[in-house]
C-alpha cells in the first residue's frame, strides 16, 4: 500500500519537471521556517521591563520628568483619581487620563492599598 503510493507520487513529480520541484522544495521550507520563526515568538520568556530615562539637564526639567518626551513619569505606577486601576506609565490607558487626575505610585503594594487594582489591558501588571 505505502510502496504503491510511493510510486504514484513518484510518477507525478517526473510529470512536474525537476525545475517546479525545486520551487515547490523551497517554497515549502520557508514557509515551515516561518511557521517554525512565529512559534519561537510566542513561547520565548517574557523578561522584565526596566525603563532606564536619561538625567536631566540642570535647571530644564523636573525629577521623574523626561526632556522632550510626552509623557512625565512621576514614579512606577499610575491611576486616575476617579478611576479603579492602576496602569505602568506606558499604556494606553494611563495616557488618557488627564494630568490633573494622575495619582503617581512607587509600587504596586503602594497601589493596591490606595485602592487600585491592576489594569487588565496593560501587560505585565
Same mark, same amino acid.
Given at each position: 500500500m505505502i510502496r504503491e503510493m510511493w510510486e504514484k507520487i513518484k510518477d507525478v513529480l517526473w =510529470? +512536474? /519537471?525537476?525545475?517546479l520541484w525545486l520551487v515547490l522544495v +523551497? %517554497? =515549502?521550507v520557508s514557509f515551515a521556517s516561518f511557521g517554525l520563526g512565529r512559534l519561537s515568538v510566542l513561547y &520565548?520568556?517574557?523578561g522584565h521591563l #526596566? *525603563? *532606564?530615562y536619561p538625567p536631566a539637564v540642570e535647571g530644564s &526639567?523636573?525629577? /521623574? #520628568? *523626561? =526632556?522632550?518626551a510626552e509623557v512625565q513619569v512621576m514614579g512606577q505606577y499610575v491611576a486616575s483619581r476617579t478611576g479603579s486601576k492602576y496602569h505602568f506609565p506606558w499604556c494606553a490607558g494611563a495616557q488618557s487620563i488627564k494630568e490633573a487626575n494622575? +495619582?503617581? %505610585?512607587d509600587s504596586k503594594e503602594e497601589a493596591e492599598a490606595a485602592g487600585y487594582a491592576p489594569a487588565a489591558n496593560c501587560k505585565g501588571l
Amino acid at each position: 500500500m505505502i510502496r504503491e503510493m510511493w510510486e504514484k507520487i513518484k510518477d507525478v513529480l517526473w =510529470l +512536474i /519537471g525537476g525545475d517546479l520541484w525545486l520551487v515547490l522544495v +523551497i %517554497f =515549502l521550507v520557508s514557509f515551515a521556517s516561518f511557521g517554525l520563526g512565529r512559534l519561537s515568538v510566542l513561547y &520565548a520568556p517574557q523578561g522584565h521591563l #526596566e *525603563v *532606564v530615562y536619561p538625567p536631566a539637564v540642570e535647571g530644564s &526639567a523636573g525629577e /521623574g #520628568e *523626561v =526632556l522632550g518626551a510626552e509623557v512625565q513619569v512621576m514614579g512606577q505606577y499610575v491611576a486616575s483619581r476617579t478611576g479603579s486601576k492602576y496602569h505602568f506609565p506606558w499604556c494606553a490607558g494611563a495616557q488618557s487620563i488627564k494630568e490633573a487626575n494622575k +495619582i503617581w %505610585f512607587d509600587s504596586k503594594e503602594e497601589a493596591e492599598a490606595a485602592g487600585y487594582a491592576p489594569a487588565a489591558n496593560c501587560k505585565g501588571l
